[in-house]
């Protein structure tokens, strides 16, 4: 059994599936992909990502603010919380800095990054979050709402070993995608086979960064199953062994209390 921790089905091509997400939902199953997780990127799509997660008992969703949206998303804390108290809503994010495609916006990323946390802690729900050239300030803000209610997931991880170590430290989780399936994605092939199996998730964040041997199209939460070969292959451990630990961690992570 796999989850895909995090993937965008609202922005998938459904054109294999004439249209009907419900096949490709049934595609990922075949798959082996049991369950996914529907991630919010701004107040626009907040209401549709919770109703695919209403639609179909295996998705759950989250909610928030992609740091390269808030420029157009004045979003409180309030918003924020009210949102998350959906049934289906299981996260808050995604949420982070990106100082990569949007430096001049680092002041506003910021803080919306300050509310996310405040939320997250509010609602005692995982944060989901996206750094991109922004490891020093991303740790010091989490380190700033450190508290044992705070916990989250480093998404789709493009960063370093000391950074995977930090952010453990701080009681998070990392994400890979197919980026580590990349053939320059040594360093974080390094991240992949030293961080602990049970800190570890995959995710497709489809329908972007499908892993080889499908890069350069489309991706689909289906996708996920490649990710977690890969890794397993990596760690030198079995699939099924691999694929259970990280539905154990996703369940660790979204669903205890």
Same mark, same amino acid.
């Given at each position: 059994?796999?989850?895909?921790?995090?993937?965008?089905?609202?922005?998938?091509?459904?054109?294999?599936?004439?249209?009907?997400?419900?096949?490709?939902?049934?595609?990922?199953?075949?798959?082996?992909?049991?369950?996914?997780?529907?991630?919010?990127?701004?107040?626009?799509?907040?209401?549709?990502?919770?109703?695919?997660?209403?639609?179909?008992?295996?998705?759950?969703?989250?909610?928030?603010?992609?740091?390269?949206?808030? +420029?157009?998303?004045?979003?409180?804390? #309030? $918003?924020?919380? @009210? =949102?998350?108290?959906?049934?289906?809503?299981? %996260? *808050?994010?995604?949420?982070?800095?990106?100082?990569?495609?949007?430096?001049?916006?680092?002041?506003?990323?910021?803080?919306?990054?300050?509310?996310?946390?405040?939320?997250?802690?509010?609602?005692?729900?995982?944060?989901?979050?996206?750094?991109?050239?922004?490891?020093?300030?991303?740790?010091?803000?989490?380190?700033?709402?450190?508290?044992?209610?705070?916990?989250?997931?480093?998404?789709?991880? +493009?960063?370093?070993?000391?950074?995977? #170590? $930090?952010?453990? @430290? =701080?009681?998070?989780?990392?994400?890979?995608? %197919? *980026?580590?399936?990349?053939?320059?994605?040594?360093?974080?092939?390094?991240?992949?086979?030293?961080?602990?199996?049970?800190?570890?998730?995959?995710?497709?964040?489809?329908?972007?960064?499908?892993?080889?041997?499908?890069?350069?199209?489309?991706?689909?939460?289906?996708?996920?199953?490649?990710?977690?070969?890969?890794?397993?292959?990596?760690?030198?451990?079995?699939?099924?062994?691999?694929?259970?630990?990280?539905?154990?961690?996703?369940?660790?992570?979204?669903?205890?209390?």
């Amino acid at each position: 059994m796999l989850v895909d921790s995090h993937c965008h089905l609202d922005r998938i091509d459904l054109t294999p599936y004439n249209g009907d997400l419900e096949q490709a939902i049934m595609a990922a199953k075949q798959c082996g992909v049991e369950r996914l997780l529907c991630i919010g990127t701004d107040l626009s799509n907040a209401q549709q990502v919770k109703e695919i997660a209403e639609t179909f008992n295996n998705v759950y969703a989250s909610v928030g603010v992609h740091p390269l949206d808030v +420029t157009n998303n004045n979003v409180s804390v #309030e $918003q924020l919380v @009210e =949102l998350a108290s959906h049934s289906k809503v299981v %996260g *808050i994010g995604e949420t982070g800095l990106d100082y990569y495609y949007s430096p001049e916006s680092k002041d506003q990323q910021r803080s919306s990054f300050h509310l996310h946390l405040e939320a997250a802690k509010l609602t005692r729900k995982p944060v989901i979050i996206h750094t991109r050239d922004a490891k020093e300030d991303t740790i010091s803000i989490i380190r700033e709402h450190s508290c044992d209610s705070l916990k989250g997931v480093f998404h789709c991880f +493009t960063e370093d070993l000391p950074m995977a #170590e $930090q952010a453990l @430290e =701080l009681g998070f989780v990392i994400s890979f995608s %197919g *980026i580590v399936t990349f053939k320059n994605a040594d360093a974080i092939r390094q991240v992949a086979k030293q961080i602990p199996l049970d800190k570890m998730l995959v995710e497709t964040d489809s329908p972007y960064l499908a892993p080889v041997p499908f890069r350069g199209k489309k991706n689909e939460p289906k996708y996920v199953r490649e990710v977690a070969e890969y890794l397993a292959d990596l760690r030198g451990v079995g699939y099924e062994v691999l694929a259970k630990q990280t539905s154990e961690n996703f369940d660790r992570l979204f669903f205890s209390k």
